[in-house]
DNA sequence: TTGTAAGCGTTATCAT
DNA sequence: ATGATAACGCTTACAA
């Protein structure tokens, strides 16, 4: 009838505005704008818009976004921190008391408040033991920073993944803070160092790096060296040779958090950490059973 | 000192809240995720809040996403319209007389208002006669959709190139409506069958399904055929062989539609069409002159 | 059931 | 220059 709904009058009345804040490190990352994606989707259908900021993986940016969301008088956040961040408690002192938290991907256990993350262990070990059932021998470990759960977790996939099989650890060669394709380079080169014929990484571009290493030296993958990344990034399966990687579901993961916001709105429905499973894609650069 | 801004009372107050829209068709493609990247970081340091709206390429969920953006009060929409999106009326009619309107990639330049576009004729153009330069002699074009001036613009490139270097324009290996990967592999196949050897592709995905059905006849690749795709996608440098592209600036282009907003804030600003040039990125899949 | 009035916090305007 | 006041439009509580 002609008339137009006014947010503004009515996010003043209530307290509240119907918005829902997204905090990611990088909006361009294949693994957060699809997050984002999968929330913005189940929010609009009941009503919710979505206000994105991006932290550029700084505190203080994250500190600044929360701010921001929290004049705008959002009904929630949608959190995944910044891999910088090594605790939560500037995201609870910068946060609404009644101000819905929901973490996802990147979370603070300690924080009240849903929480969705992938299985990270689970797919960390399955990824370890491939590559152990095709057949190698030492396998190496390019981890993340220990400063993120998801990380710490992989880790520890990785090295149950090895003690179940009868493997040793060897702190030696596994490589911390290797999440760029760089860092990945680097260590797939002392990996080979080494002696490893296989590495499981926590990232997609770490373990191109790696492979990249091990190209350079003229080895052949995955007959004289495998590889399985974390990520399931879209240019895993288009390379050549295709990199094995352990799937994450960010679509999912981001109707998940924003599902778990709204049943949070409900007084008295409490939503706890919901775990969302982890999917090995097997291809080339682990395949040494082809045929 | 311990007080908390309320946005929302500003807003009601002003009329305006200090928020822009952005709407486009999907959040997780590289181009747009890292379109909206680049204008929130600008957005930001001015004191905008960015509301994200996908349409899913549906006319229907633009108006919707209009609407959502009026009742918001946002000062401004940055808008990529649908590509089902024929004219632009239907977003004329849903935005607010004073609500600043900026269109970036996908424009319709009927509408008025600052428009960020790359400049596909030209980017077309290069990758086109890049083509004839390396020797390909029937070169085949995968265009995208007429309805899109972006495609369009291309499309003629391609022509302009052919014409100017004294090559014939043969319809019949013009592939209309195909930009994914399935489409381009049928008309890949069309192509080999009608002689072609070689195709500048509209888009990147679309170039890749051509690469696999020359693969597929067990044809070299830059040797018998060569292929140029359009913006980039990051797999383009990974896959083997490496895919060459005409590249966007898809960050930068972002960036610019917010700074075409915030000068048309300023009473009597007016910016016309900014044109962000390509970018030929020569790899593998047409280096027929390597070494 | 339907209707009326007060008040949310900011900002523009007007009076001091 | 400084300070008081009214109004933006919606929601909710309360009255009819």
New binding site residues.
């Given amino acids: 009838m002609g ?8 996010s ?4 509240r505005s119907k918005v829902v804040g997204i905090v990611v490190p990088r909006i361009n990352r294949a693994f957060f704008s699809s997050a984002i994606s999968g929330a913005e989707s189940v929010l609009n259908e009941n009503g919710y818009s979505v206000i994105i900021c991006q932290t550029h993986e700084s505190t203080e940016d994250e500190i600044k976004a929360l701010r921001t969301l929290m004049s705008n008088r959002v009904s929630g956040v949608l959190i995944s921190h910044a891999i910088v961040s090594t605790d939560g408690t500037h995201i609870m002192e910068n946060i609404g008391p009644d101000t819905i938290l929901v973490q996802f991907d990147r979370v603070f256990s300690a924080l009240p408040g849903p929480k969705i993350v992938s299985d990270n262990f689970r797919g960390a070990y399955e990824g370890t033991r491939h590559l152990i059932e095709q057949g190698y021998k030492r396998i190496g470990n390019i981890a993340g920073y220990m400063s993120s759960e998801a990380y710490v977790a992989r880790l520890n996939g990785y090295k149950q993944a090895l003690t179940d099989m009868g493997m040793e650890i060897d702190e030696d060669i596994i490589f911390y803070d290797a999440i760029v394709q760089e860092t990945g380079y680097e260590a797939g080169k002392k990996a080979l160092d080494l002696g490893c014929d296989a590495i499981y990484s926590a990232g997609d571009f770490s373990a191109l790096g790696a492979m990249m290493a091990a190209k350079e030296r003229g080895l052949r993958i995955p007959e004289d060296f495998g590889i399985v990344g974390t990520a399931n990034e879209h240019f895993t399966g288009l390379m050549t040779p295709s990199l094995s990687s352990m799937a994450q579901h960010p679509y999912e993961m981001g109707r998940r958090a924003a599902q778990a916001f709204l049943t949070s709105l409900k007084p008295g429905a409490k939503v706890g950490q919901i775990v969302v499973p982890m999917e090995l894609k097997a291809r080339e650069s682990s395949n040494r059973n082809k045929r």
């Avoid at 008339?3 to 009515?10: I, K, L, P, T």
């Avoid at 003043?12 to 307290?15: A, D, F, K, Q, V």
């Fill in positions: 008339y137009e709904r006014n947010e503004a009058a009515s003043l009345r209530r307290g």
